[in-house]
């Protein structure tokens, strides 16, 4: 196959963020297949804290997401003047808002974990976790606002790197203290968050040290002032409400799936976890294209937004093709390198069905949100997420499982209903932009 300069163009900027998003996921596949190991209560314990870390990461994504967005703006409007002091004040309040929430989590814990369906059989193995992972949460959220901006520039690379590098330290650190490795303690669980937390640094650390040697960057008044908030506030609106919805739909749903009882609950932790991997190296995609969309969007480019639509939704059918052939063929063997337990696999392999042909709606949902996002449609995404995933995706899964009595394989198949159906919602608000005139694409 021919890769024209286009596609070479788009591979540039979202290979790295796609594998970006496949490493960041690692971080907490890692934690789950050493943990493994150790049984199957131990991986619900580090399993039901990734719920609450994904509260806390859905404002810290949304606030990037918008911080990525404008800056991909000024790219093209040719204002990178402007960035560092929208970088200093975005910092400024994620930190006060962020050390608040935290402390709150910190708090409250025990409850919070409760009412997502933690059972008592892990109970004490989850908080010993989760209270010392909730600190990698927040060093998390530095680096995140941080690599917002170098994502916003097309600065993948640098992004990648870091994260890679984080991803080897938390491996290293979960073997020396989840198994006690050398002149190092056994601690379990409770390593396997002190291995994140050492990722998590120094992660934050090679972020910090990239910019301290990058000249496009440069410090100005961190106090936000109300034109920072005019600008930021409409575009944050859209997509925290996206990501709000989606958070709300994830945990009702992850609460209902924990009651199908610890084993159950294990197999679909697992499979859920194997699941990210594609789904965030995905998400990598769709940012690059948000990336894209922007850069065209501040310049007016129509002719640049088509083209690296097109790259998008190819490069996006051709990698989830690779997915579901590499998942289904291999879904047994997958399985079993989270579990040596013999009697979950049966289970197991036919979630991981659902796995593999969950590939193709996410990844094409995924490029299509983040072009239309790119393209100043972010309330318009915000608007059928709540219908698909908030308000969808609960009521057929309580179907499922309450009515007909489908147990895991309901749950999953009213996950892969709602991919879909996000899938269809953006490819037709997409082709309504690509049906007008170029002036919709591209104006504010």
């Not at 579901?324 to 879904?331: L, W």
């Not at 390198?337 to 969950?358: R, T």
């Not at 790119?374 to 899964?397: C, D």
């Not at 309450?402 to 895991?408: A, H, N, P």
């Amino acid at each position: 196959m021919q890769i024209k300069k286009s596609d070479r163009h788009y591979l540039g900027i979202a290979m790295p963020a796609a594998l970006e998003g496949l490493f960041m996921v690692l971080l907490s596949s890692v934690d789950i297949i050493m943990v493994g190991v150790l049984g199957t209560t131990a991986i619900a314990a580090v399993s039901i804290f990734t719920q609450p870390r994904m509260m806390l990461l859905c404002v810290v994504r949304s606030v990037a997401s918008v911080l990525t967005l404008l800056t991909a703006r000024k790219f093209g409007q040719e204002k990178l003047q402007e960035v560092p002091a929208l970088l200093a004040r975005t910092l400024f309040c994620m930190v006060l808002l962020m050390g608040f929430l935290h402390l709150a989590f910190f708090l409250y814990l025990e409850g919070i974990l409760s009412w997502m369906g933690a059972e008592e059989e892990y109970m004490t193995a989850a908080l010993s976790y989760g209270d010392i992972a909730l600190l990698g949460v927040f060093l998390t959220t530095l680096s995140t606002v941080l690599q917002a901006v170098q994502l916003g520039y097309g600065h993948t690379k640098q992004v990648m790197s870091a994260n890679v590098q984080g991803n080897v330290v938390n491996i290293i650190g979960n073997a020396l203290f989840i198994f006690g490795l050398g002149p190092f303690p056994e601690l379990g669980v409770v390593g396997a968050a002190v291995g994140t937390v050492l990722g998590t640094s120094w992660t934050l650390f090679i972020t910090g040290y990239q910019f301290k040697n990058s000249n496009w960057i440069r410090w100005s008044s961190f106090w936000p002032t109300k034109a920072y908030f005019q600008e930021f506030l409409p575009v944050f609106a859209g997509i925290f409400s996206e990501q709000g919805f989606e958070r709300l739909g994830m945990v009702i749903y992850t609460r209902m799936v924990a009651e199908l009882g610890t084993a159950a609950y294990a197999v679909h932790a697992i499979c859920m976890n194997f699941c990210d991997f594609y789904y965030c190296f995905a998400g990598g995609l769709g940012k690059a294209n948000m990336v894209l969309a922007g850069h065209a969007h501040g310049a007016g480019d129509w002719s640049y937004w088509q083209r690296q639509l097109r790259a998008g939704l190819k490069w996006s059918f051709l990698f989830s093709l690779l997915s579901f052939i590499c998942t289904y063929v291999f879904r047994e063997e997958i399985f079993s390198i989270y579990s040596h337990e013999a009697a979950l696999l049966p289970l197991g392999a036919l979630i991981m069905a659902f796995v593999a042909a969950v590939s193709f709606p996410e990844a094409h949902a995924m490029v299509c949100a983040g072009v239309l996002r790119g393209s100043g449609r972010t309330s318009q995404v915000a608007a059928y997420s709540f219908v698909s995933i908030a308000f969808l995706r609960p009521l057929v899964t309580a179907f499922f499982l309450q009515v007909l009595d489908w147990g895991l394989a309901g749950a999953w198949l009213a996950l892969a209903i709602d991919q879909s159906m996000r899938a269809v919602c953006a490819s037709f608000l997409l082709w309504r932009v690509w049906r007008n005139r170029p002036q919709v694409a591209c104006d504010g």
